[in-house]
């Protein structure tokens, strides 16, 4: 049932702000502010390593944990996708740990890839929307990141939640690594607690964001770029535009652009930069810079402050509200997902099932 929207994807952007708040409560006891967690039956302290893998969407929010895990628990993270994990025989360890992570539980290049590391390592994750998956069931721990059935072939709330269920594992490793304090953990727990209000606020800008993909849509192609953990952004906002809109798009780190991507850059190729103020946002301004004096045209996608300090030369600017960078990744796919379900709908693709596309990819 779609409720009052046109289509599932709509139903389930807007379903962020309910069932983020029932992922938090799931694993953050908020009077103790504390994570409370089945992952706690690992003890992370006894691993050098965590490998995390994926696919497509699920592989970005991967790429979102290992700078929460790198940061906040101060183990090494590897990531991969799981098509690539499972042929290139990783060597593995009692002293490591993999998560897998997986909205349906049942693509089979992910399902394989934790089969071959079922018995290396030290403890297999499973970070799952269906508990009852082929992915939980092979197991050893289960996180659920209970978002409830997602319809929409582009995943939208299913990321959010695997954000915020590897956001509280990452606390809960940082917690037995002794990397972080009682007083930080309170304080990352209250900013996970804050993230439905966020992302509420984040989706009132929908009328903004969707003038701005009227704009996108008639592009050939569009750049995302971003730094830190809005690198990962990027990439998911130019999956999402990809595969609903058909318009190319890719996403790199901003740093990167003038290693190469920049020679794409005229005025006809719309850039989006997803970028909080943070410690790096100076650093993306500048290549944003960079952008603008060869013509091309950048969407800024950043706070007030940001928009301050570099809005003035932007060709567009969308204003998200000031957050911890700590749940800028969360807050910050709302935009990206508007962006590309407005651009949709203006190209008048079919949003909930885009061509040649399976919500489950039981296939290799
Ligand atoms: O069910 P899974 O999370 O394992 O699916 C992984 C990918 O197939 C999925 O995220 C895909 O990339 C989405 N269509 C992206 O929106």
């Not at 101060?74 to 360890?93: G, M, N, T």
């Not at 993999?98 to 030290?122: C, H, P, W």
């Not at 439905?196 to 770029?225: C, F, K, N, S, W």
């Not at 000031?322 to 969360?330: E, L, N, S």
Request: overall charge negative; hydrophobic content about 50%.
């Amino acid at each position: 049932d779609k409720g009052e929207h046109r289509h599932f994807m709509a139903k389930e952007i807007h379903e962020q702000p309910t069932v983020i708040g029932h992922t938090v409560a799931a694993y953050v006891d908020a009077a103790r502010q504390r994570v409370v967690s089945p992952a706690e039956a690992l003890d992370f302290n006894s691993i050098d390593r965590l490998t995390l893998v994926a696919c497509g969407t699920a592989y970005y929010a991967c790429h979102v944990a290992k700078y929460w895990f790198e940061a906040i628990a101060r183990l090494p993270v590897e990531i991969d996708i799981a098509s690539e994990f499972r042929y290139r025989e990783p060597p593995l360890s009692e002293r490591d740990a993999a998560i897998f992570v997986s909205q349906s539980g049942e693509t089979a290049d992910t399902l394989a890839a934790l089969r071959y590391a079922a018995g290396k390592v030290k403890s297999v994750l499973a970070v799952v929307n269906v508990a009852e998956s082929s992915i939980a069931r092979a197991a050893d721990i289960v996180l659920p990141i209970r978002a409830g059935a997602e319809i929409g072939v582009a995943s939208t709330k299913a990321f959010t939640c695997q954000l915020v269920t590897l956001a509280t594992t990452a606390i809960l490793a940082g917690r037995q690594r002794g990397a972080i304090d009682a007083a930080e953990e309170a304080r990352l727990c209250d900013l996970l607690a804050e993230a439905p209000r966020r992302i509420a606020e984040a989706l009132t800008l929908e009328d903004g964001v969707a003038a701005l993909a009227q704009e996108i849509a008639r592009a050939r192609d569009v750049l995302y770029l971003g730094r830190g953990a809005m690198y990962p952004l990027a990439l998911e906002g130019a999956l999402k535009l990809k595969e609903l809109s058909y318009i190319h798009a890719e996403g790199y780190a901003s740093g990167e652009m003038k290693h190469g991507p920049i020679a794409l850059i005229d005025d006809a190729v719309p850039v989006v930069v997803l970028a909080p103020t943070d410690p790096v946002f100076e650093k993306t301004v500048s290549n944003m810079q960079e952008v603008m004096a060869r013509g091309g045209k950048v969407a800024l996608i950043t706070d007030a402050n940001g928009a301050a300090l570099a809005g003035a030369d932007a060709w567009r600017v969308v204003v998200l509200p000031r957050i911890d960078r700590f749940i800028a990744p969360i807050v910050y796919a709302a935009p990206a997902q508007l962006l590309a379900y407005h651009a949709a709908l203006a190209k008048g693709t079919d949003v909930d099932q885009p061509r040649n596309l399976a919500k489950s990819v039981t296939v290799e």
